[in-house]
T-cell receptor, first 114, second 116 residues
Framework: AQKVTQAQTEISVVEKEDVTLDCVYE???????LFWYKQPPSGELVFLIR??????QNEISGRYSWNFQKSTSSFNFTITASQVVDSAVYFC???????????FGTGTKLQVIP | GAVVSQHPSRVICKSGTSVKIECRSL??????MFWYRQFPKKSLMLMAT?????????EQGVEKDKFLINHASLTLSTLTVTSAHPEDSSFYIC????????????FGDGTRLSIL
């Protein structure tokens, strides 16, 4: 069975603060893929990043960075110098076993206050 | 990545009406599409996997006679909510994936269904 846990339901930060969104996953497969998606208030889901289970290299893209640690089964997402446009619900997700079915976390709602 | 168009974006209709939602893959031939339902402030719940040319695979607890899925071509899947009732009101989202789990899902913009 697969599971993705996002323990933080809602986070509020003041603009320009850094914020980390936590994601912990469970899977029995050795090959799996982790994703982060952003859902702004308008509703559409936007793909942010993908990581495969064999690549623990952290990644930075502008103000976004991701920390993947297999030892703790975590795939955390950090936004530095947050902006109001970052306000959204962020979902961590998992696929494994060569299947397309996605297991989503419950999402973390981020509110960036100007 | 795949571009996915979902239509309509919003539907308001009376109880008992059947509503059809279309999901089109504009630049990718999708043998598989997914339909999700999202309640307010909740995560996405997978309803069914839509398979081109064959029957959809429904998740446990999803009524297949209530939520009819048709995937007649490689670019179009439809979800019909039959005899809709207020409890069917929700945000419905379709997605397309280009790979076998290794590729991200590309989502339609969603359909907000409100049954009066």
């Amino acid at each position: 069975a697969q599971k993705v846990t996002q323990a933080q339901t809602e986070i509020s930060v003041v603009e320009k603060e850094d914020v980390t969104l936590d994601c912990v996953y469970e899977t029995r497969d050795t090959t799996y893929y982790l994703f982060w998606y952003k859902q702004p208030p308008s509703g559409e889901l936007v793909f942010l990043i993908r990581r495969n289970s064999f690549d623990e290299q952290n990644e930075i893209s502008g103000r976004y960075s991701w920390n993947f640690q297999k030892s703790t089964s975590s795939f955390n997402f950090t936004i530095t110098a947050s902006q109001v446009v970052d306000s959204a619900v962020y979902f961590c997700a998992l696929t494994s076993g060569g299947y397309q079915k996605v297991t989503f976390g419950t999402g973390t709602k981020l509110q960036v206050i100007p | 990545g795949a571009v996915v168009s979902q239509h309509p974006s919003r539907v308001i209709c009376k109880s008992g009406t059947s509503v059809k939602i279309e999901c089109r893959s504009l630049d990718f031939q999708a043998t598989t599409m997914f339909w999700y339902r999202q309640f307010p402030k909740k995560s996405l719940m997978l309803m069914a996997t839509s398979n081109e040319g064959s029957k959809a695979t429904y998740e446990q607890g999803v009524e297949k006679d209530k939520f009819l899925i048709n995937h007649a071509s490689l670019t179009l899947s439809t979800l019909t909510v039959t005899s809709a009732h207020p409890e069917d009101s929700s945000f419905y989202i379709c997605s397309v994936s280009g790979g076998r789990g290794d590729q991200p899902q590309h989502f339609g913009d969603g359909t907000r269904l409100s049954i009066l």
